[in-house]
């Protein structure tokens, strides 16, 4: 057997169809577990957290890639992430409550204000609005933009022809700026 890391990733997903070899997921791993683990930091803002997710995700990877078709496994390794940290942070968001013990004294005593700056609101509200876009215009804009990957290489990260690219970002921009726009009381 050739070593792992001569494989495509194409060949290594089919190979592990047939064999089932966590070796064959472990040569994934090498390959993408830092870009997943960036994804997972900037969502779970903790290096623990992102860690632990990172297990997880490869975990739900090696179940998943038994029964799915995949094509471009960097783009589908992407979804399922982004897929597992938007559920990770919505179980989180439902069973977080304030609890005012929790701020120490000195904090409440100092007369600091809880308001949120104006940086911090912008940034809530861009998360959202990305949120609100549909699939493939919240991809591409994330690769476009927030990856900085060039038109040609979102192109075949997602297997979309470069004109669709181009019209997802183009509608992805225009509904995010419709949105913001809609949603930014903040400064009234």
């Given at each position: 057997m050739k070593q792992l890391s001569t494989y495509t990733d194409a060949v290594l997903v089919?190979?592990?169809?047939?064999?089932t070899d966590p070796q064959l997921?472990?040569?994934?791993y090498k390959r993408y577990s830092l870009l997943v683990f960036g994804l997972c930091y900037k969502y779970l803002k903790t290096?623990?957290?992102s860690k632990d997710a990172v297990v997880e995700i490869f975990e739900v990877v090696m179940d998943k890639l038994k029964s799915h078709e995949v094509t471009f496994f960097s783009s589908w390794l992407y979804k399922v992430?982004?897929?597992y940290l938007v559920r990770q942070k919505n179980r989180n968001k439902n069973t977080e409550t304030l609890n005012?013990?929790?701020?120490?004294?000195?904090?409440?005593?100092?007369g600091h204000d809880l308001t949120l700056n104006v940086r911090e609101h912008e940034?809530?509200?861009l998360n959202k609005a990305i949120s609100s876009l549909n699939d493939d215009q919240r991809t591409c804009i994330e690769l476009f933009y927030l990856r900085q990957k060039p038109y040609q290489e979102v192109a075949s990260?997602?297997?979309y022809d470069l004109n669709k690219v181009k019209t997802c970002i183009q509608n992805g921009r225009r509904n995010l700026k419709i949105f913001m726009e809609g949603k930014n009381t903040f400064y009234e």
């Amino acid at each position: 057997m050739k070593q792992l890391s001569t494989y495509t990733d194409a060949v290594l997903v089919q190979l592990y169809k047939i064999e089932t070899d966590p070796q064959l997921i472990g040569e994934l791993y090498k390959r993408y577990s830092l870009l997943v683990f960036g994804l997972c930091y900037k969502y779970l803002k903790t290096e623990e957290d992102s860690k632990d997710a990172v297990v997880e995700i490869f975990e739900v990877v090696m179940d998943k890639l038994k029964s799915h078709e995949v094509t471009f496994f960097s783009s589908w390794l992407y979804k399922v992430s982004k897929n597992y940290l938007v559920r990770q942070k919505n179980r989180n968001k439902n069973t977080e409550t304030l609890n005012l013990e929790n701020i120490p004294e000195k904090f409440m005593e100092s007369g600091h204000d809880l308001t949120l700056n104006v940086r911090e609101h912008e940034s809530v509200l861009l998360n959202k609005a990305i949120s609100s876009l549909n699939d493939d215009q919240r991809t591409c804009i994330e690769l476009f933009y927030l990856r900085q990957k060039p038109y040609q290489e979102v192109a075949s990260m997602t297997g979309y022809d470069l004109n669709k690219v181009k019209t997802c970002i183009q509608n992805g921009r225009r509904n995010l700026k419709i949105f913001m726009e809609g949603k930014n009381t903040f400064y009234e």
